[in-house]
């Protein structure tokens, strides 16, 4: 079937054009004159196309009459312009061709308001709501945006695996990935521990927590690359920022250094901020009528900004003086928490702002140890409002550094050996970051819970369709 787009209507519409158009009805209202307004939306847009249906029509009375919302239809018809408001133009339809009615006492997605937790129950078919569908048109156009930043950069997209039997964090909290007997596992006789050298891949596996490491690989060796993909974290965290199935995008510069990172990260997200306001202008106005006022305003301010730099021991001075009480004290060597974050870009610079070298105790084993022998050079952007939405560095390509780091973490050097494999042979200065693309798209759309941005929420205890 050739059909229209209602977006292509919406945009360009053209006067005594003959379309044919297919969606799901979201209301209808009767006039006494004989005719039916009738609202379609087929989710290329967010705004809904109005059909004109009169009594003409063979099925009126059988079908029209009977339609609901959820209801979906193919339409056919020409565009005659709108006498309301509201619209440019609208269907004068020919044909109303019922394709699945929808019955209203058994449809959970009735006139009145639900809630984003009902709704979270019935994921399946919340795309069809207008808070949905702007979601995921927004989550389609900054993952379409992050594809034309790097292609336009010329870096290479590349696929890392999902299982790995290597752990990027070190923090040991994934997803085990087995196909041996759970309740009488195969052991070893000398400690009883499991044997995996039984299992499918012949050690212990994983679903991955990052593309990072297996991303250095390329990047080592084609010079600039990103990955774009789902990564898995088993933390039991029942927070509105949590999800234990999320994207990540993760970017990997060969000869570049913590400052090279922290520019591309810079031009990143203002690249993303401008292609939501140029592509998502109705979602976005949406959003910031009904979900969060003022978000308009804060993404022209992001896309027009340039970010602040400041190192992790100045980030500690502000704090230390700031005249406020935070729930979490202030010292060096501490974790900067969301209250510090939102403090640095809210009150002391007033927008975006870059925090480097952080103290060693608190970051990865691959970050690159600065001459201080104290801090890495580590760098997290902090955004008002969320704090933290980027973390990166650039990584330790000396040897014999990132052996001792390594050891320091508690990981067997011997268990990444295709790793330093990397600093034995060729070792170049690199760099990168990661972005999780569900916090970007919390960040956009002003949503207030992280499991309203993915399709299908994956959190402790929940993991329904």
Known sequence: ????????????????????????????????????????????????????????????????LRLHPGASVVVQGALVASPGSGQAVELRASEVRVLGHCEPTAYPLGKQRISFEVLREVAHLRPRTNTFGAVMRLRDALAFATHRFFHERHFLYVHTPIITASDCEGAGEMFQVTTLDLEKPPRLPETGLVDYAQDFFGRRANLTVSGQLEGE????????????????????????????????????????????????????????????????????????QRVSKGLLKRLEHLAASRFERMTYTEAVAHLEKATVAFDFPVSWGIDLQ????????????????????????????????????????????????????????????????????????????????????????????????????????????????????????????????
């Not at 970017?251 to 990172?261: C, K, T, V």
């Not at 990260?265 to 306001?277: N, P």
Request: hydrophobic share 40%; proline share 5%.
């Open 217 to 288: 690989t390329h990047a080592c060796a084609l010079g600039n690359i990103y990955t774009f993909g789902p990564t898995f974290r088993a933390e039991n965290s029942n927070t509105r920022r949590h999800l234990a199935e999320f994207w990540m995008i993760e970017p990997e510069m060969a000869f570049a250094d913590l400052s090279d990172d922290a520019a591309l990260a810079e031009d990143y997200l203002r690249f993303l901020f401008s292609a939501v306001l140029e592509h998502c202008p109705a979602d976005l106005a949406f959003f910031d």
């Open 338 to 465: 969301s209250e510090h974050e939102r403090y640095l870009t809210e009150v002391v610079c007033k927008g975006p702002v870059v925090v480097t070298d952080y103290p060693r105790e608190i970051k990865a084993f691959y970050m690159r140890l600065n001459d201080d022998q104290r801090t890495v050079a580590a760098m997290d952007v902090l955004l008002p409002e969320v704090g933290e939405i980027i973390g990166g560095s650039q990584r330790e390509e000396r040897l014999d550094v990132l052996c001792d780091r390594l050891r320091q973490a508690g990981l067997p050097p011997e268990n990444y050996g295709w790793y330093l494999d990397l600093r034995r042979f060729g070792t170049v200065p690199h760099a990168g970051f990661g972005l999780g693309f569900e916090r970007m798209v919390q960040f956009c759309s002003g949503m207030h819970n992280i499991r309203d941005v993915i399709p299908f929420p994956r959190t402790p205890g929940s993991a329904e369709f």
């Open 1 to 64: 079937m050739k059909r229209t787009l209602v977006r292509t209507i919406l945009e360009a519409p053209v006067v005594g054009e003959t379309v044919t158009v297919g969606g799901w009805v979201r209301t209808r209202r009767d006039s006494k004159g004989g005719f039916s307004f009738i609202e379609v939306n087929d989710g290329s847009a967010f705004g809904n196309l109005q059909v004109v249906a009169d009594q003409s029509l063979a099925n009126y009375q059988s079908d029209v």
